[in-house]
């Protein structure tokens, strides 16, 4: 997680609500614009929602197979065959948290999905001029909900989130945003996904605006037969449209019975590059863990739970 980062942006939008308050932090903070977008703000929307897509670099605009899925592109809803539930807790770097929770449940050849994010970014220092004080950072909280239908031809989904923010405990801010997608299935073996993320309105504390953060992206996913080894190969390209950047990402998973080792790589990020992890089935549960080596800092364990909670039917 990126608690420095935001620490920073918090400091920076208490200074511009309250002049004489000074943040006692061992960084600079950065200054916030009246408009634009922040890499702090709309953190719940960034974050990884499972161990498995982070471990794969969240190359998941293709994915179907994972009820997480649908947090990147909710056309992925349509393939599930059974109800599931995902959950992640994740303790970061600077004392800062975040949890998510992802429900899917099929109904024939279409699917309804509910996920739950919240960050916490931990404690931080405010001087006055005579006083100090502990406030939390920030506090944001995303809930969303999601619809797919699938057709012969191709599934589609769309997602309506909204988005509370609290920074330091005295600037709050509210959003709202939608997600949609396609997936096509272009053989046995090969999909297609395209998806915008978190298009909507700007989060807005005291006078200063700033973008969510925007994505569209499109990627492939190939998988190989059942086998002694069955494998899994994701390829995305994601544009940061507040940036006007491109970021390629590619994640593979090698499955042999109960056991699944992955391993990606995100092109042109500054922090979280190479990741890696593994996955254990039993029965109806899913045990995963990620790995993400940060340039110059900590590095990044995630573990996260998947549970099926009884079969509605095959789809496949």
């Not at 939008?13 to 903070?29: D, E, K, R, T």
């Not at 605009?61 to 393939?79: E, G, I, M, Q």
């Not at 809930?143 to 989904?157: D, E, F, I, Q």
């Not at 709050?172 to 090969?190: C, E, H, Y």
Request: with cysteine.
């Amino acid at each position: 997680m990126i608690g420095q980062r935001t620490k920073q942006f918090v400091a920076a939008l208490v200074l511009l609500s309250q002049p004489l308050m000074v943040p006692a932090m061992s960084s600079g903070s950065s200054s916030a614009g009246s408009s634009g977008s922040s890499s702090s703000v709309g953190l719940t929307l960034r974050e990884a929602p499972n161990a498995r897509s982070a471990a794969l670099a969240e190359s998941y605009t293709a994915c179907h197979d994972d009820v997480a899925a649908f947090t990147y592109n909710p056309s992925a809803l349509s393939y599930l065959s059974d109800p599931r539930v995902s959950i992640l807790y994740h303790k970061g770097m600077l004392d800062d948290a975040y949890a998510h929770l992802s429900i899917g449940i099929p109904m024939g050849t279409r699917g309804v999905g509910i996920s739950v994010g919240t960050y916490d970014g931990g404690p931080v220092q405010l001087y006055d001029g005579t006083t100090e004080k502990t406030v939390t950072a920030e506090r944001d909280v995303m809930a969303s909900v999601a619809y797919a239908n699938r057709t012969r031809l191709l599934s589609w989904g769309l997602a309506l989130k909204m988005i509370s923010s609290e920074l330091a405990e005295s600037a709050k801010g509210t959003a709202a945003a939608a997600d949609a997608g396609l997936q096509i299935p272009l053989s046995s073996r090969v999909q297609a996904g395209i998806a915008l993320q978190n298009m909507g309105s700007r989060m807005t504390y005291i006078e200063a605006e700033h973008n969510l953060p925007r994505v569209a992206r499109a990627g492939l996913a190939l998988k190989t037969p059942s086998g002694t080894f069955s494998s899994l190969l994701l390829l995305d390209t994601v544009y940061d449209i507040n940036d006007e950047s491109i970021r390629p990402a590619l994640g593979l998973e090698l499955t042999k019975s109960l056991i699944a080792l992955r391993l990606g790589y995100k092109f042109g990020h500054t922090l979280e590059g190479l990741t890696a992890g593994a996955g254990i089935s039993l029965g109806l549960c899913a045990l995963d863990y990620s790995f993400g080596i940060v340039d110059k800092l900590e590095n990044h364990h995630r573990i996260s739970l998947s549970l099926a909670l009884g079969r509605r039917g095959d789809k496949k």
